[in-house]
T-cell receptor
Framework: EAQVTQNPRYLITVTGKKLTVTCSQN?????MSWYRQDPGLGLRQIYY???????DKGDVPEGYKVSRKEKRNFPLILESPSPNQTSLYFC??????????????FGPGTRLTVL | AQKITQTQPGMFVQEKEAVTLDCTYD???????LFWYKQPSSGEMIFLIY??????QNATEGRYSLNFQKARKSANLVISASQLGDSAMYFC?????????????FGKGMKLTVNP
């Protein structure tokens, strides 16, 4: 089954404790992206990757890191989480974004709470 | 810069009636794509429909259609014959080139409630 998986689905942590949210897709997609969703703000892009070893900042990259060592995986790293990073996080992938068939497929989301 | 505007924070509709969800966009790119996603209370993002900027006809997918008015820069979603399961958040998004890279920009979303 074609899918994007994220782990963990729920996480409660404390300020400053490094964490990683994993994202994996099995569709051989080139484009992967991380978003955060906050009430009243919609989805905002954190980082994206056009292909292996190619990553770039989105609209709200501060406090986050990513890596793309393999095509299927795109982990999101919070080196020193702070309470303002409490949010719902989505990973998404698509073949690219260039054509109508290149729809972004979303993971199930990770609800992160930073105390 | 690309921007998506969804001005309706929430709407109510009776079951079996049609409803239109508004979306306006701003871009200077001649080539772009417009998407609608549904987010039910369970949280997942579900792709509904896509419209390309060069598409001559409005996109349709089952009960969903997109009223694309290029000159007005609007891409409204029309849901015909609403069902209770249509109650959800709906997001409009635009794909385009920004800073040499492809990006997808989302609106803030709107909440649709279908009443029995």
């Amino acid at each position: 089954e074609a899918q994007v998986t994220q782990n963990p689905r729920y996480l409660i942590t404390v300020t400053g404790k490094k964490l990683t949210v994993t994202c994996s897709q099995n569709m051989n997609h080139e484009y992967m992206s991380w978003y955060r969703q906050d009430p009243g703000l919609g989805l905002r892009q954190i980082y994206y990757s056009m292909n292996v070893e190619v990553t770039d900042k989105g609209d709200v990259p501060e406090g986050y890191k990513v890596s793309r060592k393999e095509k299927r995986n795109f982990p999101l790293i919070l080196e020193s989480p702070s309470p303002n990073q409490t949010s719902l996080y989505f990973c998404a992938s698509s073949l690219s974004l260039a054509a109508s068939t290149d729809t972004q497929y979303f993971g199930p989301g990770t609800r992160l709470t930073v105390l | 810069a690309q921007k998506i505007t969804q001005t309706q924070p929430g709407m109510f509709v009776q079951e079996k009636e049609a409803v239109t969800l508004d979306c306006t966009y701003d871009t200077s790119d001649p080539s772009y794509g417009l998407f609608w996603y549904k987010q039910p209370s369970s949280g997942e993002m579900i792709f509904l429909i896509y419209q390309g900027s060069y598409d001559q006809q409005n996109a349709t997918e089952g009960r969903y259609s997109l009223n694309f008015q290029k000159a007005r820069k609007s891409a409204n979603l029309v849901i015909s014959a609403s069902q209770l399961g249509d109650s959800a958040m709906y997001f409009c998004a635009m794909r385009g080139i920004q800073g040499g890279s492809e990006k997808l920009v989302f609106g803030k979303g709107m909440k649709l409630t279908v009443n029995p």
